[in-house]
C-alpha cells in the first residue's frame, strides 16, 4: 500500500537490478509511492533530489522468505510491528511468515489477522504462508484454496516436516493446482530424534545428543522424489547438509521443480563454534544445527555455482529467558534479520564468492519470482520498495541494540564489512542507518 | 615443562580445560590427601569457614557421598541439594536456582546435572567455583582424575599405558572424561563397544576404535569397563542384554590375552553379568575399590586446589 | 649478604643440640623427631643421625606437612595454593616425647599449625621444638627449647636456610628483601 509522498529523484547512485539486466549509475524517479522513471540524467522538474553517496548501491527491496513473526501467540518473542520493523532496520521491504504460530496460519483468519496487524504496523510487506496441514498436526490439508485467496504466498507445516509421504504428495498435486510452493523442513523424525547438534566430533566431545546430516537430506530426496512425479513445487527450507545440497543438484539436473534457500549462519558457522567461551552458548543452538566445516563449504560453493536459489534468515526469536536454560532444553532458533545484509556482504561478496548482483538474486528476486510477489526488480508503475547498500560501511553488530523483541544472535561483536544505508517501503523512507555515515540524506528534511 | 602450582582456572569443568601439568598437580595433591585418610582423625582444618554447595539434580549416591566426605574431611560447611526426578522437571530455572545459591554466598558449588553443559551455564552465572561431578553424556572429570591416580599407583605411571575402555562409548561421560585425560598424559587407549554407541569422532581424539573386544583386551595394561544402562539394553541400540554380555562382556577367558599384571576398573555402579563377570569384578584384577578410596582424595585435591584463590 | 652460618657451624650447632636433647631427657628412649616440610625434614633427618652417635639409639623420625593447618590459606588474593607434600609419621606418637624440627622460627604461625595438626595424630607426653635460626619477632607465645642461632633480623630481611639435601650445601643467609630480588 503505497502513500502518496512528494516526488524525488535517487540521483546518480549505482543500481544493481539483476532482473531487468541493469548494473550501472541510474536516476530513479520516485512519485506517489511509485516508481516514476529509470535512467540517466532524468530531469528533475520540481522533484527533491537526493544525491546518493558514492559507494552506495539501490537494489530492488530485499523479500526474506522465511521469518517467524510469532504473531499471533507468542507475542514475548516477537509481534508483527517489531518483526517487520527488525526487517525494515536489516534492509528487507518484505517477508514471508511462517505458520507455526498459536493458532497456526491455517484457516483464512488467521491469515487475515496477520495481513491486518501488517498494515497497521506499516513496516515491511508481509507475505503469509499457510499450513500445508490443519494445525500443522501431518494429518488433513488446510483448505489451500482458501488460504491462497486470503494472501497465502506458499503453503509448509515448518518447525517440522510435512509428516507423510502421502500428504506431501497430495500436497504438492494440490497445491499445483494453484502454482505455489510447498516449502519443507526437511527433517527425518526418526534420525533427528531427540538430537540438539549437529552429529559430529564436536557433539560427541560436548556431550550433546546429535542430528545427522542425513535426517535432512533423506526428507528433502523424499520430497524431491514426490515433486518429480507430481510436478509440484518443493522447496527445501534453511538447508545445511552437503547431503541435501547434493540432493537437490542432483533433482535440478533431472529437471524436477526443486528450489532451495540457506540461512546465513549456515554459511558462516560451524559446530566449532559450540565450544566458545565457556561452550554451549544457547544462541548456537538452532534446528537444523550449525554443521561442520565441509557443510559449510557445500553452502559457500551452492551459492557460488547457483545451486543455491535464495538466502533467507529463518528468523526465530525467542526471550532471553527462554535461552538461558541448559542446552538440551532451551529452544532451538536464531534472529537474523538485521544480521544478514553485513554477514552476505562480508562473507559472500567482499569474500569473492559471489558478486553483488547474484547477492541481489538471492535476497530479491529469486524469492520475489518463486512466491509470485511483486518485487525482485525495479519497475516503472511499481511500487517503490528499494534498499540501498553500503558494501562498504564498517558494521559491529551489537546484540543488544538489535530493534527485534528478541536478542538471541550469535554474532554479538562481530565486525563486518557491508550495512544496509536505507530502507525504502511504497517511495517511504521508513530507516535511514545512523552509523552509516551519509545515509541520512535519504531522509527528507 | 615446568610443574604447575595451581590451577589456571577456578572453576573444574572437564578435562578438556586442563593441561598435563596441572592434572600432575591434583594426583599429586591427592597423594598427600590420601594420607589423611589414614589418620585416627581423618581431618584438617584447611577450608574451616569455606562453604561448599553440593547440587544435585541427578540421583547419584557414590559421587555425592564421595563429594561430601571430601568436604567434611577438609572442614568445609556443607549444604546438599538434591533435585528428585530428572532435569526436565518443570519449574524453577538452573539460572534461577544458581542465583539463589549465589544469594547464600557458597565458595564452591559442585553440580551433577543430566544436561551437558549445565556446569559451563552455572559458571557464567555463580560467583562461585564450579566443580563438574558429571553433566550429562559430557565429561566426569573427577572419575577420569581418580581413575588415572588409581592407574598411576598400580603401573607408576599414564604414558604408555595401553588403557581398553569397553561399552557404551556413545552416553559416557566416563569415557570421554577418561580419554582427553589419558591421551594428554600420552597413555594408548583402546575404545571398544557395539558399533550402535559409538561416538562420531573418537578417533580424532587419537584412539582406537574397535568392536572386538579382544582386540582392545590384547596385552592392555588397563582395562575399564563402561556400565551399560538398562534403558539401552532394548530398542534400537542393542538387541538384549545376553548378546550384549556374549559380545562385550569381560570374562576371566577373555582376560587371559591382556597383559599379564593387568588391572581391571570400573566406575561403578557395576551390572554383574551385563558387562562384567562376577568372577572378574571380585577377582584378583580388580582394583574397584580402590578407585572408591581414590576418589575421596582426588576430590578434596580438587576442592582444596579450588578453594585457594580468593574470589574478587 | 651476609651469610650468618656455614656449613660448618650448622654442623656443629646441630651436634649440641643433639647433645642438649639428651641431657635434658636423660637419653632417647620414647624420643621422636618430626620435621616440618619442606627444610625441617633433613634437619630432623641429621639430627636423628647425631642423636644414634651420642646416645646410641634409633630415634623414630617423622615428617609433617602443615599446608591444610595454615590460618593464611584463603589469604591469596590471586596465586597458588601452597604445594601440599606428603605427611609421613610412621609411628604413634601417643605418649611420647616428639622434637618437632624446623628451619627458621619467625612469627610462630608455622609452628602453630604445626601443633595442632600434630594434636590431630595423638597425645605426645611433650613437645619440644628445635629450630635451626631464631630471627625474633613473633607474634604468638611461641619459643624454641634448642636453637641452633639467633639471628637478629628486621621484619624487611629474608633469612634463607640452604641445606645440602635440597640446596646442594649448607648455609644459613640473610637477605635485604627490599632491591635484593
Known sequence: MAHATDAYVLKGGRVVDPRA????????????????????????????????????????????????????????????????????????????????????????????????????????????????????????????????????????????????????????????????????????????????????????????????????????????????????????????????????????????????????????????????????????????????????????????????????????????????????????????????VPLCLD??????????????????????????????????????????????????????????????????????????????????????????????????? | MTAATKLRSRHLLGIAELDPDEIELILDTAVAMKEIGTRTIKKVPALRGRTVVNLFFEASTRTRLSFELAEKRLSADTMGITVAGSSVTKGETLADTARTLEAMSPDLIVIRHAASGSPHLLSTICKAGIVNAGDGTHEHPTQALLDALTMRERKGRLAGLKVAIVGDLLHSRVLRSNVLLLTKMGAEVRACGPATLIPLGLKALGVHVTTSIDEAVKDADVVMMLRVQHERMHGLFLPSLREYFSLFGLTPARLEHAASNVIVMHPGPMNRGVEIDSAVADGPWSVILDQVANGVAVRMAVLYLLAGEELT | MPIVMDADRVGRSLTRIAHEILERNRGADNLALIGIRARGVPLAERLAANLKTAGGQDVPTGSLDITLYRDDLMKHQVGPQPILRCTDIPFSIDGRTILLVDDVLYTGRTIRAALDALIDFGRPNAIQLVVLVDRGHRELPIRADYVGRNVPTSRQQSVQVRLLEIDGRDEVEVDEVEGAS
Not at chain 1, 569473492?352 to 508503475?381: F, Q
Not at chain 1, 553488530?397 to 538489535?402: E, F, G, M, Q, S
Open chain 1, 21 to 340: 539486466g541493469r548494473d550501472g549509475h541510474f536516476d530513479i524517479r520516485i512519485e506517489n509511492g511509485l516508481v516514476a522513471a529509470i535512467g540517466k540524467d532524468l530531469p528533475l522538474d520540481d522533484a527533491r533530489v537526493v544525491e546518493v553517496p558514492a559507494g552506495f548501491v539501490s537494489t530492488p527491496g530485499l523479500i526474506d522468505m522465511h521469518v517467524h513473526l510469532r504473531e499471533p501467540g507468542q507475542e514475548h518473542k516477537e509481534t508483527i510491528a517489531t518483526g517487520t520493523w527488525s526487517a525494515v532496520v536489516g534492509g528487507f521491504t518484505g517477508v514471508a511468515c511462517m505458520p507455526n504460530t498459536d493458532p497456526v496460519n491455517d484457516s483464512a483468519s488467521v491469515t487475515q489477522f496477520i495481513l491486518k496487524r501488517a498494515a497497521e504496523a506499516g513496516f515491511a510487506r508481509v507475505y503469509p504462508i499457510g499450513a500445508v496441514s490443519l494445525g500443522s498436526m501431518g494429518d488433513q490439508m488446510t483448505e489451500m484454496g482458501d488460504l491462497r485467496a486470503a494472501g497465502c504466498v506458499a503453503f509448509t507445516d515448518d518447525g517440522k516436516p510435512v509428516a507423510t509421504a502421502l500428504l506431501m504428495r497430495r500436497a504438492l498435486e494440490y497445491a499445483g493446482m494453484f502454482d505455489v510452493p510447498i516449502i519443507e523442513h526437511c527433517e527425518d523424525p526418526s534420525l533427528k530424534g531427540d538430537g540438539v547438534a549437529h552429529e559430529g566430533a564436536v557433539a560427541a566431545m560436548l556431550g550433546l545428543r546429535g542430528i545427522p546430516g542425513v535426517a535432512e537430506s533423506i526428507m528433502a530426496e523424499r520430497d524431491i522424489s514426490l515433486a518429480e512425479v507430481t510436478g509440484g513445487r518443493i522447496h527445501v527450507a534453511h538447508m545445511s547438509a552437503r547431503q541435501t545440497m547434493r540432493a537437490v543438484r542432483d533433482g535440478k539436473s533431472r529437471g524436477v521443480r526443486v528450489t532451495c534457500e540457506v540461512a546465513p549462519h549456515h554459511f558462516t558457522l560451524t559446530d566449532e563454534a559450540l565450544k566458545d567461551g565457556a561452550g554451549y552458548n544457547t544462541n548456537l543452538k538452532m534446528n537444523p544445527p550449525l554443521r561442520e566445516e565441509a557443510d559449510r563449504l557445500a553452502m559457500i560453493e551452492g551459492l557460488r555455482d547457483g545451486s543455491v536459489d535464495i538466502i533467507s534468515t529463518d528468523h526465530a526469536p525467542h526471550h532471553a529467558d527462554e535461552k538461558a536454560l541448559e542446552f538440551d532444553r532451551a529452544p532451538f532458533g536464531i534472529v537474523g534479520l538485521e544480521t544478514c
Open chain 1, 347 to 445: 562473507r559472500l561478496v567482499h569474500a569473492g564468492v559471489i558478486s553483488l548482483s547474484r547477492l541481489v538474486e538471492l535476497l530479491s528476486s529469486n524469492p520475489a519470482s518463486l512466491l509470485k510477489i511483486p518485487g525482485g526488480t525495479i519497475a516503472v508503475g511499481a511500487p517503490a520498495d528499494l534498499t540501498v547498500l553500503a558494501p562498504d560501511a564498517p558494521v559491529t553488530v551489537r546484540t543488544a541494540a538489535l530493534v527485534s523483541k528478541s536478542k538471541n544472535s550469535p554474532f554479538d561483536a562481530w565486525q563486518l564489512r557491508g550495512a544496509t544505508a536505507a530502507t525504502i517501503v511504497g517511495g517511504r523512507v521508513l530507516y535511514a542507518n545512523p552509523a552509516v555515515a551519509d545515509a541520512a540524506r535519504f531522509v527528507a528534511t
